[in-house]
Nanobody, 124 residues
């Protein structure tokens, strides 16, 4: 499974950005996908994850009610809509998939395939 994240950039506090993750490879529609982030000097953090079917999204506590993850299996893409951005959302955002199909997790440690990351900067 290969993943390619895009859409990062600069936003003001309270603003919005959307990230996109393009999946390629064998049976990518059978894989759950997560968004994880890492801020400078901090440990990698779970943001959101979605099932292979597009159901049952999961969110980290710090982004719940502000971020929305969605999936378009016809286009092999997973999106992350980020509203109400805060300066503490500044980080490199990664999309990732677990080693096994039909799984998804709330810990970054269980993700095996990683995209290259896209930087999100939120100014106050």
């Amino acid at each position: 499974v290969q993943l390619q994240a895009s859409g990062g950039g600069l936003a003001q506090a309270g603003g919005s950005l959307s990230l996109s993750c393009e999946l390629s490879g064998r049976r990518v529609r059978d894989y759950g996908v997560g968004w994880l982030r890492q801020a400078p000097g901090k440990e990698r953090e779970f943001v959101a994850a979605i099932k292979w079917s597009g159901d049952d999204p999961l969110y980290g506590d710090s982004v719940k009610d502000r971020f929305t993850i969605s999936r378009d299996n016809a286009r092999n893409t997973v999106s992350l809509r980020m509203n109400g951005l805060k300066p503490e959302d500044t980080a490199v955002y990664y999309c990732a998939a677990p080693h096994s199909s039909h799984t998804y997790f709330t810990s970054w440690r269980w993700y095996h395939y990683w995209g290259q990351g896209t930087l999100v900067t939120v100014s106050s």
